[in-house]
């Protein structure tokens, strides 16, 4: 098949053509280019979240290689978003793009799933996980009468401490899974305590368990079943803006068991441990992807890493692997600063299918690595008080914020729009635009596009509505506007299931449960677990 060079010449291929190449063996990164909220209503099980909105931002961190074969879809329906791709991408030098012809509309004609939410492969995995391991639970309701009786327990929720922060289990501390095989002794220092691990729902409670289990932590483990849901559904409080979390000092003279713990797991799991020498042969294959991991904290990722690597905190990237990766088939290379968090998750990736392995030295290890870049488009840049003379002289005034972000607060008179739906504005081009957008970056590629459609003179905008009031400029509210249905950015999915709405964290949980009734015998497959 042909490379693609625009959309008029777009290679598209059928349904049963992509199913065949997903399994395959082949490396292929399948994305879906539709915004977020489009995305998480439905999506094929493999593809890869890449709202066209951030095509260009994103795509050589999830897709480096720009020989790798590549599918993009829309919803199908002639808004031509999968074409735009096309030909963004081969603009940026992707030599084998394709289309999936009549997108996410014709694969469901033609008999194949399609799936709601997000993270699906890795949410289905945690419950394949469970049936495999047979996780110990413990149910909200059993958990908070043990703690009103003081027993000898602690809560560690497997979250980032951003989430933990929005609600928690009372007493809890936050521990990431990332960050479990290394610091869970520190906080459980009993062997006799018994260590329940929570998450929101059930995927990060189950593989946060299962991690310690595996490594053989003496303590008694359970996943909270369901999560903060679970203890909410039960009419438990939850606590919001807790701050406990795990102490960063760890002993130096503990490292050397901790490291031998991990690495024995790795082994039972086939994780095979590289040296830079290998790695940097594999950085410099044209035939083939390779992903450089740093599975440790954003503290440790912010004082340096290796050259290429993107951070992928360790229980993140098993959570949420297709917001990191999007070619299946590459090679996943991890690594940390000392040997213990590294081995447990790439034993987690191998089961979950990827090809994944260890860096032996870590974070010390000597690589060179000349990743592909994307230039941001130079665009003029507006200040606030720039913002308010030229919307007195008569400019127009374009919000590219979240739609639900422009429905709180925006400047009166504004118009709300997202980049693949540009052309639908109508915009006089004898007068000034103004893009106001909170990521520089997604305004200047909306700026390439309005170029395109014969508007030229545009400026952007990264204020906020504190910054622009204070300019003096007028600001409103519309909560119904934009309207549900265009707010393509925005997930409504069982949106509200945080905040007061029981029926909708029903729903979500019987969501994540049903996830493995969905998959066919091929995607079942693709999963490694142990023999029992």
């Not at 593989?207 to 203890?231: D, F, K, R, S």
């Amino acid at each position: 098949m042909m490379p693609l060079t625009s959309a008029s010449c777009a290679a598209d291929i059928d349904s049963h053509t992509l199913k065949q190449w997903l399994h395959d063996g082949r490396e292929i990164a399948l994305l879906d280019v539709r915004e977020h909220g489009q995305y998480g209503e439905s999506h094929l099980f493999y593809a890869a979240p890449v709202p066209y909105s951030r095509l260009e931002i994103d795509i050589v961190r999830l897709a480096p290689r720009r020989d790798v074969r590549v599918v993009v879809y829309d919803d199908g329906g002639g808004d031509r978003t999968a074409e735009r791709a096309v030909l963004a991408l081969a603009k940026l030098g992707y030599r084998q793009v394709h289309r999936l012809a009549g997108g996410i509309a014709q694969w469901q004609q033609d008999g194949y799933a399609a799936f709601a939410g997000v993270n699906v492969p890795s949410k289905t995995f945690g419950e394949l996980a469970e049936e495999v391991f047979h996780t110990p639970r413990i149910g909200a309701r059993e958990l908070a009468e043990r703690q009103r009786r003081g027993d000898d327990l602690i809560v560690l929720d497997g979250r980032p401490f951003a989430e933990y922060q929005k609600m928690s289990i009372p007493g809890g501390i936050c521990c990431p899974n990332g960050e479990l095989a290394l610091r869970a002794h520190t906080l459980a220092k009993d062997p006799g305590t018994t260590i329940v691990i929570n998450c929101a729902g059930r995927t990060r409670s189950i593989i946060g368990a299962q991690t310690l289990i595996n490594l053989g932590v003496p303590n008694p483990v359970y996943a909270l079943e369901n999560g903060t849901q679970g203890w909410y559904l039960e009419d438990l409080q939850l606590e919001h803006g807790a701050s406990r979390r795990y102490d960063d000092d760890i002993s130096p003279a503990e490292l050397p068991a901790l490291a031998a713990r991990s690495a024995q797991l790795a082994e039972r799991h086939g994780v095979p441990v590289v040296d830079a020498g290998a790695v940097q042969a594999w950085l410099r294959d044209a035939t083939r992807s390779t992903f450089l991991c740093d599975v440790r904290s954003a503290e440790e990722f912010a004082q340096g890493s290796l050259p290429g690597a993107q951070h992928t905190p360790g229980g993140q990237l098993v959570q949420a692997t297709d917001q990191y990766l999007a070619v299946r088939g590459a090679r996943i290379v991890v690594f940390d600063a000392e040997g213990v968090r590294a081995p447990v998750v790439a034993s987690w990736l191998r089961q979950m299918g990827w090809d994944a392995c260890v860096l032996r030295d870590g974070v010390c290890a000597d690589l060179s690595n000349d990743a592909p870049v994307v230039e941001t488009p130079v665009v003029s840049a507006l200040s606030d008080a720039g913002l308010a003379a030229a919307l007195a002289q008569g400019a127009q005034a374009i919000d590219l914020r979240p739609g639900m972000r422009y429905r709180a607060s925006h400047i009166a008179g504004a118009r709300w729009s997202i980049r693949p739906r540009l052309d639908r504005l109508e915009l006089d081009t004898g007068r000034p635009v103004v893009l106001l957008a909170e990521d520089a970056a997604i305004a200047a590629w909306a700026v390439q596009d309005l170029a395109a459609l014969g508007v030229t003179d545009v400026k952007v905008n990264t204020g906020t509505p504190v910054g622009w009031k204070a300019a003096g400029i007028a600001l409103e509210s519309t909560p119904a506007v934009p309207a549900d249905s265009e707010c393509i950015d925005y997930l409504f999915f069982v949106h509200d299931r945080h905040d007061g709405n029981k029926a909708a964290a029903r729903q979500y949980l019987s969501w994540e449960t049903n996830l493995v009734k969905q998959i066919d015998e091929r995607e079942l497959a693709g999963y490694r677990f142990p023999a029992s």
